[in-house]
């Protein structure tokens, strides 16, 4: 069940203000007090000092609210905060500037002072134009029409066909915009759901959906957000299909588009951010170790920078997507025991931003995590951390549901609980990825594998092992069969089982050989 502290939004806005936004808030109440301003105060200072929030100790604090009460002054409270947030925020970010001045722009407007109203709109026009924020310049230009068409300005004779041309060249821009965001938002909405593509079924229809919505022109687009929303839609296209030679080449164009336009890392922070977690992703697909070492570091250097540390979800998301790439290269390297190093620190620091964190980065993290301790031959905790994922019921990633499960069943295997993968695992872990359409080649073999090594000497089992191995082996670069492969390293769990070796000594090995270090 989710604590308090994760559902009351009062809460959270509270406990995730810093030092300089709780003394602005002080000011800023005081500079208008009124009675019921002064109670706001005094419930602000005891949801504060919670560690979670309770109604009922909140009310033993306040003994000057009544319960009745209580509801009333939190949305007060919500609704001051917020007010006060944005007069402080209001130069942090060119939205933030511009909505200021068609504001402004809107109230001079009512004054009857259009004269002034449009000296602002022209101001506002230029900056949105520099920094291609196409959803304001069309509110621009329509408070330019209204104006334009109500009152007699300064109106040039080419003045109406300049804004119809203006409002006609952002419109078709927008469309064009609009469609491909949702069409980036619609493929990893469905990656977050079922994970990579399952089978032919899936391939087809995803192929068949892009081709359907993506705009004709595309590929000829110029524009930085049209792009910017090609590259993504075309990055969950290919990581979708795990075409990881595709998922790269538009990882870097995600990414160098933004070293080419740097005025706008400020403006799309969280964009840039995410380009640079999508581009070490994809270089730990293709184990381009050598550039996954670039990337972190360019990316740890970010993460230092003041534009990062400007907003709490800028600086959140690059801790998330630096340390999952940290434990990837762990696991890449096969530095298992290294790895696991960091995560008591790791969990606490995730304990401390919690509020912050969606369902799914926790339920990768879980899985990284319990991947760690698997392959640094600690069972038992890798199991205690897939039962987090297995007992959550979470609706999301039914992929990584159904690796959980099976590792959590190989788990038990190295642990030798014979009677309770017969009894009970390997049915319901069946049933489960059977009825989630998540059974390959790959976990065909380990099933039947399991089911027979339990009744045979040790001699056989190894024969059975060598032979589960080379059947796998075969199906190392087919691509739906594979799948597994992105959750899984089972070849290496297999060669160390049959060498009598760690998983840690023989991925280890690889990585020294690999061309790519």
């Not at 078709?172 to 977050?192: E, G, M």
């Not at 690059?318 to 390297?333: D, E, G, T």
Request: hydrophobic share 40%.
């Amino acid at each position: 069940m989710m604590s308090n502290r994760l559902v009351d939004p009062l809460f959270q806005l509270i406990h995730s203000l810093e030092k300089a936004e709780k003394r602005h808030f002080k000011l800023y109440i005081k500079r208008n007090s009124a009675k019921e301003d002064l109670k706001i105060i005094q419930l602000f200072d005891a949801v504060a000092a919670l560690p979670e929030y309770d109604d009922r100790i909140l009310l033993k604090k306040l003994s000057s609210i009544e319960k009745p009460q209580l509801a009333n002054l939190k949305t007060h409270l919500y609704k001051q905060l917020l007010a006060s947030l944005r007069l402080l925020k209001s130069n942090d970010s060119v939205d933030l500037q511009l909505h200021e001045q068609l504001d402004y722009a809107r109230i001079l407007y009512s004054k009857g002072l259009y004269y002034q109203s449009l000296k602002i709109l022209d101001k506002a026009k230029i900056l949105a134009q520099q920094y291609h924020q196409d959803s304001f310049l069309i509110q621009i230009i329509s408070l330019e029409k209204k104006i334009e068409t109500l009152h007699i300005t300064r109106s040039m004779t080419d003045r109406a066909g300049q804004l119809t041309q203006q409002a006609n060249q952002v419109n078709d821009k927008r469309k064009v915009i609009t469609q491909l965001s949702n069409l980036a938002l619609q493929l990893y909405s469905w990656f977050v759901q079922h994970g990579h593509a399952r089978n032919e079924a899936d391939e087809i229809g995803i192929k068949t959906f892009f081709k359907e919505a993506l705009p004709a022109n595309a590929v000829q687009l110029a524009g930085f957000y049209e792009r910017l929303y090609l590259y993504q839609s075309y990055c969950w296209y290919a990581f979708i299909r795990q075409d990881f030679l595709m998922y790269y080449k538009y990882a870097q164009r995600w990414f160098d588009l933004f070293e080419t336009n740097k005025e706008m890392i400020e403006i799309e922070t969280g964009h840039y951010i995410k380009s640079m977690h999508i581009l070490l992703n994809a270089h730990f697909d293709l184990r381009n170790f050598s550039k996954f070492d670039i990337v972190l570091a360019h990316f740890e250097k970010f993460a230092l920078s003041e534009l990062s540390n400007k907003h709490d979800i800028f600086r959140v998301n690059s801790f998330v997507y630096i340390n999952s790439a940290k434990l990837n290269n762990h696991l890449m390297q096969g530095t298992f025991k290294e790895g696991l190093q960091h995560v008591p620190a790791l969990t606490k620091q995730l304990k401390a931003l919690e509020i912050y964190l969606d369902q799914h980065r926790i339920l990768v993290f879980n899985y990284k995590i319990a991947t760690l301790y698997f392959g640094a031959g600690d069972y038992a905790t890798s199991i205690d951390y897939l039962r987090r994922i297995i007992n959550d019921h979470i609706d999301l990633r039914g992929d990584l549901q159904c690796y959980a499960r099976l590792l959590h069943m190989m788990a038990h295997y190295e642990l030798g609980n014979i009677e309770l993968i017969e009894s009970s695992l390997i049915k319901s872990v069946y049933r489960f990825m059977a009825k989630m359409e998540n059974l390959t080649v790959i976990e065909e073999e380990m099933f039947k594998f399991l089911r027979g090594s339990f009744q045979d000497p040790s001699r056989k089992v190894t024969q059975a092992l060598q032979e589960f191995l080379a059947k796998v082996k075969k199906y190392e670069k087919s691509r739906f069969e594979t799948r597994a492969f992105a959750y899984l390293d089972v070849i290496s769990w297999l060669e160390s089982k049959v060498e009598h070796k760690t998983m840690s000594e023989i991925i280890y090995a690889k990585y020294l050989k690999s061309p790519h270090r």
